[in-house]
């Protein structure tokens, strides 16, 4: 990473740093967590658009916070696999892992489609399977439908 | 392990086979010898939807066999009207059958049944999504017809948006081969993009759009008419628009090619006159008659009885 680079994201002390976003899905990321009730209050940092020797540009978001719910980063995982997870301990990388999409999401996304039993029945927990992991599209397991990953909102708990 | 019915997608092409096959047998065993099958057991119809033939026709095939059949038509006469969930529907009734046959306006509400119940469980139409029964009578038929479920010309006709039976049935028949569909429907009622599977997945299947029914009828080994359905309309006004798009009759068929047959779920409205059931062309009651045969083949199967 440049001095440059250095001066526009702070280094964090504790915390979480997810690296090697794809330009452009910074921003999406960042709704995904925000949107969860357990880290709207988390400290962050987003750095768009930064240099990367690996893929030209890059996307980075540093949260000051001791975890991220696993929810939180299957529904990561499935609109950027292959990003990188920082595990970061008194200014250290302590844990550096590459997070890979789900093969069944439960329970993580709504279905769009308002006639699917999973809208009608409270206690009923949704569940998509990955039909495209390209285009990702993924099927709904109970209405059948295949809808763009885009599409699909996360369930707030 | 129990065995559901819920989706055609669940099935295998060996799975498609067997049941065509039970119900292939059945038809060579006498009537006295069916009612010894199934005593004793029990089947619970429920209907959340309206319904003649799927209800009725799972009812004979039940007492056909020895069994006796259960239920409701109408969730106005159950507790959801009081606001009991599904979930507690379901536990409270499968103390009461051995197998439940559901009908429900939601979309995956069978799924939902057969993952909770330690009874086997029949999707019998979840909203626009699937009806497996119809499609496996419906494969039945058209085996019976032809010798073969390959190798053929089909066309689906009229509402292709909302038609569960059609939504059903594409999806068990792009498990064979060598087939060509012509989807006739009117610009609103397209065949959903999702239910037409990339190329790679389904061997020598074809899919073809048109405006014309008399294209179907001179090119097409099979028609598949379909009514527009009223229920499933959001918007009323389109209903009026669409819903006498596709009608044939008899004088349409006059130069139509012998072979030629035409299949529809039931019930019809307008788009079969009467006129088309004199004619050598018409098989539609060939499937209800069918329909009874492999659903006894279903519950049988179900079961784990052999016929």
Redesign the interface.
Known sequence: MSEMTQMLIPKIDNGIVIDHIPTGYGIAILEIIRRDPGMRDVVVTLGLNYRSTKFGKKDLIKLWVDDVPPRVMQHISLVCPGITIKRISDYRVEKRYVIRPPQIARNLLRCL?P????N?????ETCFTIVDAEAKKLK???????FPLSDLRPIVP | MKRDLISVDDLTLADIQGYLDMASLLESVPDERKLTRLPGKIMMTMFFEPSTRTRLSFEAAMCRLGGRAIGFAGADATSVVKGESLVDTVRTVEHYADILVIRHPKEGTARVAGEISVRPVVNAGDGANQHPSQTLLDLYTIQKLYGRIGDLHIAFVGDLKYSRTVHSLIRALIKFSNLRFLLVSPESLRLPPYLIPPPAECANVTFQETRSLEDAIRSCDLIYMTRVQRERFPDLLEFERVKDAYCIDAGMLRDAPGHLRILHPLPRVNEIAYSVDRTTYASYFQQVQNGLIMRQAILLTLLGVTP
Request: glycine letters at 0%.
């Open positions: 489609n006639s699917c039993v999973t009608a029945e409270s206690n009923v709904c397991a109970y209405c059948e439908r295949v």
